[in-house]
């Protein structure tokens, strides 16, 4: 027979699960009455929702604390596991969640930390449907995903709300209307309507408008076709997105305004800008933020004088430096989404701009590349994060390029680790030395897997995630660029530093700038006698922002800036 401590928690279950099942939160509504903005897209993916939805919250963060909710249609539990090239680059939060890409956009346009439960996946939510079936949470009843998935989706929007007491809650829907994937979300979003409340609830829709060259004409018929399904799957979208290579027609804001039932003012122009951090004033300017405070009632604060100063300098910049990013994942430029970003942040705020050139550093061990043709021209060089062998050996040739001919270099994780070992082959002598990751047996194991990831089986998750603090070494460059003796920054990884080396490479010449509480991993260096070589096991990208770049990143483009026009910037 089960405890009286046991029944009495069943019950307590079953009565949350009842709530569920009857349309209700997991803990009620929430506190208070959250507005909310549900954005989806369609035709083809990729045109960008979470940019959209990052402008959105953008405005309205001027007048509301905004949550932002990211749902996804893959089984995975979060994307952790994927391959860059599956789904672009995975954003870990400060809460060492593993989540999608457009977090990365959530944050560096509203200035916010977000966390890991905003972060919804098909694989989350069935994961928890079926762990209540197997606790008999569903009194018997036959689990279906209407109502009980689209219940489990509902009643983790409305816990978010009530946890963050939230004003306005933005939840993007990945994928494309029409997706089988995503289709629970698209019904709880319908049904979510009801429950709030009309005036509480806006649908915003994002739709590509192709222009056909051979006739010199935008089309409007694919939007159009879109929308349509979205309605007979029950939402009417009261804002469509139309994005597209120029700035809509009138003829096609017509064409759109008709056949999807809209007013023409709903129709917002999404062209392609220079500079996504332009798209909160494109959306402002055509009337946006004016339409979610009629719907919303309230009168918007219109301030982006700030964001629009930083805009001018990523468009007329004094400078112009050349990086180039030397990793595997090269074919897909959003494998590197936030490194591209952070520089960017870097080089805007010392009125610079940036040209990014990609290097497969596989070419360089298959003899398609030589080192020098590939970097002979760059300004700064970084080598990013990165799994397994392939490309390894290409990497470190860049590092040692960069060290040997001055070039600026950041490295970040994985870079940090082939940093250490291209110092230790080619400066300490230590023959054949490598990480263990790559190559087991190496007589010189300077990197190696952290001693706690030893017994891990699972991977997913597991890693040394989220934030961490490094104390920093006073005096050194590193302490110098964030002017402090402490750095907190996030992590994603299951390697570190061999600290039976840390004295050998300090007697070379490396300086071990920044190292964690204990002393025992080691989370910057630097050569003092480079004009800036630095590397951190961190990954100081995922926090830079267009405001406050990183300072690493910063430090990088100020040395690049320093040495191509042999000037001091401060």
């Known amino acids: 027979m089960p405890s009286k401590k046991a029944a009495k928690k069943r019950k307590v279950l079953q009565q949350r699960q009842s709530s569920v099942s009857s349309g209700g939160s997991a803990k ?35 007048n509301f604390k905004v949550v932002s ?9 979060d994307p952790g596991t994927m391959n860059p090239f599956e789904h672009g680059e995975v954003f870990v939060l400060e809460d060492g969640g593993e989540v999608d890409m457009d977090f990365g956009h959530y944050e560096r346009f509203m200035n916010i930390n977000c966390k890991k439960e905003w ?37 983790k929007w409305m816990d978010i709300a009530q946890a963050e007491n939230a004003d306005v809650v933005t939840i993007e829907i990945g994928g494309t209307i029409g997706d089988i994937e995503n289709s629970w979300f ?33 089309k409007t018929k694919p939007a159009q076709r879109d929308v349509e399904t979205l309605r007979s799957l029950g939402i009417l979208p009261d804002i469509i997105i139309g994005r597209s290579e120029e700035e809509l027609t009138k003829e096609s804001k017509q064409k759109i305004a008709l056949f999807c039932d809209v007013p023409e003012e709903a129709v917002i122009s999404g062209k392609d800008i220079e500079t996504i951090y332009e798209v909160p004033i494109m959306f402002e300017e055509q009337g946006l933020l004016a339409l979610l405070a009629k719907r919303f009632s309230f009168t918007p604060q219109k301030d982006l004088t700030e964001w629009r100063k930083l805009i001018s300098s990523i468009k007329a910049p004094k400078y112009r430096v050349k990086v180039a990013i030397c990793g595997k994942y090269t074919a897909l430029n959003d494998s590197y989404a936030s490194l591209i970003e952070a520089l960017r942040h870097a080089a805007t705020n010392l009125n610079c701009g940036v040209d990014i050139t990609f290097v497969e550093t596989t070419e360089f061990e298959e003899g398609k590349l030589t080192v020098d043709s590939a970097l002979h021209s760059m300004d700064a060089i970084v080598v990013p994060i990165g799994f397994g062998s392939r490309g390894v050996e290409g990497k470190i040739a860049a590092i040692k390029y960069s060290r040997e001919r001055n070039v600026p270099f950041l490295g970040l994780c994985f870079g940090l680790q082939l940093a250490v070992v291209e110092f230790a082959r080619n400066v300490c002598g230590l023959k054949d030395a490598n990480t263990t990751e790559v190559n087991a047996k190496t007589p010189h194991p300077v990197v190696m897997i952290l001693p ?69 991993l080691v989370e910057f260096i630097e050569l003092p006698s480079h004009p800036y070589f630095t590397a951190t096991q961190a990954h100081p990208e995922y926090k830079s922002r267009l405001e406050k770049p990183s300072p690493l990143y910063y430090g990088l483009i100020r040395a690049a800036i320093e040495k191509k026009y042999r000037v001091k910037v401060q």
């Open 28 to 62: 009620g509504m929430a506190t208070k009455a959250a507005k909310w903005i549900i954005t989806t897209g369609g035709v083809v993916s990729g045109i960008g929702k979470g940019t959209a939805t990052a402008s959105i919250g953008k405005l309205l963060s001027r």
């Open 69 to 77: 909710i990211k749902c996804d249609g893959y089984i995975n539990v």
């Open 119 to 155: 972060n919804l996946t098909t694989g989350k939510i069935f994961d928890s449907v079926i762990r209540k079936e197997r606790q008999g949470l569903f009194l018997g009843k036959t689990v279906q995903v209407i109502p009980h998935i689209t219940n489990e989706i509902k009643a």
């Open 186 to 218: 698209i019904e709880a979003a319908r049904q979510l309507k009801k429950e709030v409340g009309h005036d509480n609830i806006l649908y915003v829709h994002l739709s590509y408008v192709p222009f056909v060259r051979s006739i010199g004409q935008q």
């Open 452 to 520: 706690e990831q030893k017994k891990v089986k699972e991977l997913g998750g597991t890693m040394r995630l989220g934030a961490e603090t490094a104390q920093l070494k006073k005096g050194t460059l590193v302490a110098n660029l964030y002017k402090s003796n402490v750095a907190v920054e996030r992590h994603r990884h299951r390697y570190e530093v061999n600290p039976k080396y840390h004295s050998i490479l300090e007697r070379n010449g490396v300086v071990i700038s920044g190292s964690s509480r204990n002393g025992r």
